[in-house]
């Protein structure tokens, strides 16, 4: 790797940092003009003028220079066709100069691509690929590659392998400088189409999710500003851990929730045993739930009579039935056609008036539509259906359930939906998370949910049928990012492939893409962990690492466990980056006791690790999508123990033993579990 030599003027690394200062100055240029605009002379309106401040604020705050974020990572030099001997310097946002001519480009744009694209198979008109290196906000070193330079032989990136081993303290950053060709396919695949990610810990999935929304956006930013963008992930640490992201590359409107967030229309304060929650999130639920939501429809018995003046209006029964079953056999929302039914009436209405010699308007269509009498043949043929109330009676009465659940559910899955003691309202249900899901599936089926631009979904194989379905209502009109890996589904009602998952969302001509390139557990941590995928996921491929670090994984025997597991966070923060410790949620509350009485202070995951403070102590639970420089893995024995049945628990097992970057050091005074064996 080349070093600059500062006395030298021709020196490449010397004209690359004036390049770099030349396009700080220009950024700030940029920043100094967006700051100088007087909206006063625009906008009298204070309200526009509000609108049009914080856009502004947020331009400024998207133009600023963040000390550790270098402007540009890289360089690429077109040869002749396309761009005709141009040079571009390839960073986080676009930069140009006062005659607007630029100075950096976005990564995103159509130019840039080749930066990830682009081979010695498959020069794509790229004669030079530079990456840059930095060194505290400082440009140190750089690295060629001479695409169409037969002689040259291609060598692995010192600066890509050196950004791979960068130690992990602080949230989740970008991956912009080094995103792999396989991810970029992924990264910039079109809006339209909905694509599925399976992939191993570590192979980026997350990153890849991330960066997708910042490239759709990029790309179609009217269109998704209108309608929205959702991160879901799978709990609020996650979302804390990976929050940081999208702001650093300057997007600041997408919206996270985990999907207990999505469907809370009720307080959540009960939980299911697991065979309950697997029946109340199964596909089958949705029509039991739509057929109730019918069932309130009741056909009229009796003729209308509305009257109007001096006059009467008959409409017989049978020509209200006919329009009550032509409603129930359109597919609409349930309080569409409640809306419908009205208007219906008072059309019949007026037919007559005007066969009478009258010449009723529109304003008399809608009097006769308010008109008591239609009304109340509206609330008798199509009552309101209070989305809560229904699965309320669902749940707690057995008749109604099983009238609608005939044929769908079996008596012992009825047996198992049924609240020992029914609840007496809605308010004092004791409502758990799946039964909130349930209500979301009624209150789509009465009125339509609205429909985001883009979606992504991450740890998606955690999810049931019924909330893929509740994911999926909400990108009905857009598309979605779907991330995950089967091996790592921890849930009862985890899914076995996304075919069915795909089928469940709405979306089942999606792409299914695997990634297989792991970027950061250490070759031999992962080969260990792989022993369990026969076990639990038999037919899903072990993860390549493409880490050089070898890493450390060192299985001990402890006879103190609890002073043991301290000794060991001692050890490995002797060691640079963050620490996590991983226990079965039985244990933390011991370890925390331990901890403490050691005098050591810790984190919960989510808070943010800083120099200061790198120790987390982590419930196997949450330990999902997020990784840590040392693992210290408590009892390996308990995190499988703390599951529901085995597979699950070695799936829980896998999920621990795959955060580690640098280290894992796994301490037991149980036997190990036999399926990993020793070392
Ligand atoms: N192209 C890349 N260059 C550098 N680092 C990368 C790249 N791709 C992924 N990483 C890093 O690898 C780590 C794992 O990525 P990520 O968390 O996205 O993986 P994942 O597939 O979602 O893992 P899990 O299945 O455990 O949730 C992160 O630190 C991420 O920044």
Redesign the pocket.
């Known amino acids: 790797m080349p070093v600059s030599d500062p006395l030298d003027p021709l020196d490449p690394l010397a004209r690359e940092r004036a390049h770099l200062t030349e396009s700080r100055s220009a950024l700030r240029a940029m920043r100094e003009d967006v700051e100088a605009l007087d909206i006063k002379d625009v906008t009298a309106n204070w309200v526009n003028s509000l609108v049009l401040g914080r856009q502004i604020e947020d331009r400024i705050k998207a133009l600023a220079d963040l000390a550790d974020t270098p402007l540009f990572f890289g360089r690429l030099d077109y040869l002749h066709t396309t761009q005709e001997g141009q040079r571009f310097y390839i960073g986080r946002r676009h930069v140009h100069d006062a005659d607007g001519d630029p100075m950096v480009i976005d990564w995103r744009a159509p130019v840039s691509q080749p930066y990830y694209q682009a081979s010695k198979k498959d020069p794509q008109d790229v004669g030079l690929r530079r990456r840059f290196g930095y060194t505290g906000g400082e440009l140190t070193a750089y690295e060629d590659e001479h695409l169409s330079d037969p002689a040259e032989l291609e060598t692995t990136s010192r600066l890509?392998q050196a950004?791979?081993e960068r130690p992990?303290v602080g949230p989740?950053?970008d991956?912009v400088a080094?995103?792999?060709p396989e991810?970029d396919g992924i990264v910039r695949s079109d809006l339209s189409g909905t694509v599925c990610v399976q992939?191993?810990?570590?192979?980026?999935?997350?990153?890849?999710g991330l960066h997708r929304v910042a490239y759709l956006l990029y790309a179609h930013r009217e269109r998704l500003a209108r309608t929205g963008t959702l991160v879901i992930g799978p709990n609020r640490s996650f979302l804390h851990y990976i929050e940081q992201v999208l702001p650093a590359l300057g997007e600041l409107e997408v919206q996270q929730a985990t999907v207990d967030d999505l469907v809370a229309h009720v307080e959540v304060r009960g939980t299911d045993d697991a065979a309950t929650a697997v029946v109340k999130g199964d596909a089958r639920m949705a029509e039991v739930l739509r057929r109730a939501v019918r069932s309130h429809v009741a056909l009229p018995k009796e003729p209308l009579m509305v009257v109007r003046g001096s006059r009467r209006w008959r409409v017989p029964a049978y020509e209200l039935e006919e329009m009550v079953r032509e409603l129930l056999d359109r597919d609409i929302r349930y309080g569409a056609a409640r809306e419908a039914l009205p208007q219906r009436i008072a059309h019949a209405v007026l037919v007559r008036m005007e066969e009478a010699g009258e010449a009723p308007d529109d304003r008399v269509q809608n009097a006769v539509a308010r008109n008591p009498a239609v009304k109340a043949v509206v609330k008798e043929c199509w009552p309101l259906v209070e989305p809560a109330k229904l699965v309320l009676r669902l749940l707690g009465d057995a008749d109604f359930l099983a009238e609608h659940a005939e044929g769908l559910l079996t008596e012992d899955e009825q047996k198992l939906l049924l609240w020992a003691k029914p609840a007496r309202s809605a308010k004092s249900a004791k409502w758990s998370a799946a039964d909130a899901v349930l209500i979301d599936e009624t209150r789509d089926l009465v009125e339509r949910t609205h429909s985001l631009g883009h979606v992504v979904l991450?740890?998606a194989q955690d999810l049931s049928p019924m909330q893929y379905r509740a994911v999926g209502r909400r990108c009905t009109t857009g598309s979605a990012t779907i991330?995950g890996?089967l091996a790592?589904g921890t849930t009862p009602w985890a899914t076995e492939s996304w075919a069915q998952a795909l089928g469940h969302l709405g979306k089942p001509e999606a792409v299914v893409e695997e990634?297989t390139a792991g970027?950061?557990v250490p070759r031999e941590v992962i080969a260990y962990a792989s022993r369990l995928l026969p076990h639990m996921s038999p037919g899903l491929a072990a993860v390549e690492s493409v880490r050089e670090n070898p890493g450390s994984l060192a299985v001990r025997p402890a006879d103190d466990l609890d002073a043991d597991v301290v000794a060991a966070c001692v050890e490995s923060l002797t060691h640079e980056g963050s620490v996590g410790l991983i226990a079965a949620d039985a244990r933390i509350a011991p370890l925390a006791e331990a901890l403490t009485a050691a005098g050591m202070a810790y984190l919960s995951p989510g808070e943010e690790t800083t120099a200061e403070s790198r120790l987390t102590l982590v419930p196997a639970s949450l330990a999902?999508?997020l990784?840590y420089d040392y693992v210290v893995l408590d009892e390996p024995a308990a995190v499988v123990d703390g599951e529901p049945d085995e597979r699950t628990g070695l799936r829980r097992l896998y999920?621990a033993l795959?955060?580690a970057?640098s280290g894992l050091t796994i301490l037991h005074s149980a036997p190990i579990p036999e399926q990993l064996g020793a070392l």
């Open positions: 890509l950004e791979i992990r989740m950053r991956i080094t995103i792999q991810q992939g191993g810990p570590g192979t980026g999935k997350t990153a890849v991450d740890e991330l890996d790592q990634l970027f950061r999902k999508g990784e999920v795959t955060r970057v």
